[in-house]
């Protein structure tokens, strides 16, 4: 889906070069939130390292983007956008006079690889940590099931329109991105102007990270904070409820550009997994929820079985 909007194809499953680019984008942004990747802004290439990986890793997943650019450019036709490359062109069109507006190849090129790769690593990610949790909490995953039963039954697939009336299901996978919690840190912010928050002085300049940790884990805000709990969004009725702390997207003007994408996505991959699975762990194996820290928290490696309903 994600793929769609930005090169306005799909790549298929079985794709053993799409297959690549993923194991590629997975591995650096791993490698992003370790202490080499510290070390590649500070020594850059003096000397070797896991830091040169994330170099080489990016320079493959950015050359096949200039390849996608360069077919695009081949066939553009202004009157019918395809994507999102289609319709930076029409704006580098409208724009080609004003240097300064930004819209130009190289620029392009960056911002493809931000949609390209963010979307495709955090959902596959929240997806990741949403079938753990499943084999972790069976009772749970039964739940959905019976609501999924009752709304779509074994096969009509869901639409975005049913998710008002599958509260319990939308509200496993907000606890999901809760829990998951794959942007801890969220991303690095630089102020443009003197700012004072608080009493404090932040200069022009400064870099902040607003840590998403703190708010999804606040113990003011949330009943049971550090458990699983899919009733933080659910009222007495069962009915959902929106919490002024879900802030997994970020917030503000910088706001996560692919959150709607991201909300569909999850919606509708989860609730067509579990309408056809049911997820276990292997026979003897107490499922754990650690993890492992890079760019993004995602689970450590893991096995499940998937059982066709």
């Known amino acids: 889906m994600n793929n769609c909007l930005v090169f306005g194809d799909r790549f298929d499953y079985s794709n053993s070069y799409f297959q690549t680019l993923l194991k590629l984008m997975n591995e650096a942004v791993y490698l992003e939130g370790s202490i080499w990747a510290q070390v590649k802004y500070l020594i850059l290439l003096v000397l070797p390292g896991p830091h040169k990986k994330i170099l080489s890793h990016w320079a493959i997943v950015i050359g096949f983007i200039k390849l996608k650019i360069k077919e695009h450019k081949e066939d553009w036709d202004s009157s019918t956008p395809r994507d999102y490359i289609d319709s930076f062109f029409s704006e580098m069109e409208k724009w080609k006079d004003d240097a300064e ?14 949609l390209f790769a963010a979307g495709t690593e955090t959902t596959s990610t929240t997806l990741n940590w949403a079938l753990l949790y499943m084999i972790k909490y069976p009772e749970i995953q039964e739940k959905v099931q019976v609501e999924i039963d009752q709304v779509l039954g074994p096969s009509r697939l869901a639409t975005m329109a049913d998710r008002a009336n599958m509260p319990y299901t939308d509200a496993v996978i907000h606890e999901i991105q809760r829990m998951g919690n794959i942007i801890p840190l969220n991303l690095v912010r630089l102020t443009t102007e003197d700012t004072t928050l608080r009493g404090y002085t932040i200069p ?3 870099m902040v990270m607003a840590t998403l940790h703190s708010v999804l884990f606040d113990e003011i805000e949330w009943e049971t904070p550090f458990a699983f709990n899919p009733g933080h969004f659910l009222d007495a009725e069962g009915k959902f409820r929106r919490r002024d702390a879900f802030l997994p997207f970020s917030a503000g003007k910088r706001v996560c550009l692919g959150e709607q994408l991201a909300r569909m996505e999850l919606f509708l991959f989860f609730t067509s997994l579990l309408q056809q699975f049911t ?9 754990t929820l650690e993890s492992k820290v890079g760019a993004t928290h995602s689970p450590k490696p893991y096995k499940l079985c998937a059982v066709p309903r």
Not at 101 to 114: H, I, M, V
Not at 279 to 287: D, T
């Open 204 to 206: 022009k300049g400064t």
């Open 101 to 114: 507006a930004g819209f130009n190849e190289d620029n392009l090129c960056y911002c493809t690889l931000d």
């Open 279 to 287: 997820f276990s762990p292997p026979p003897g194996v107490e499922p």
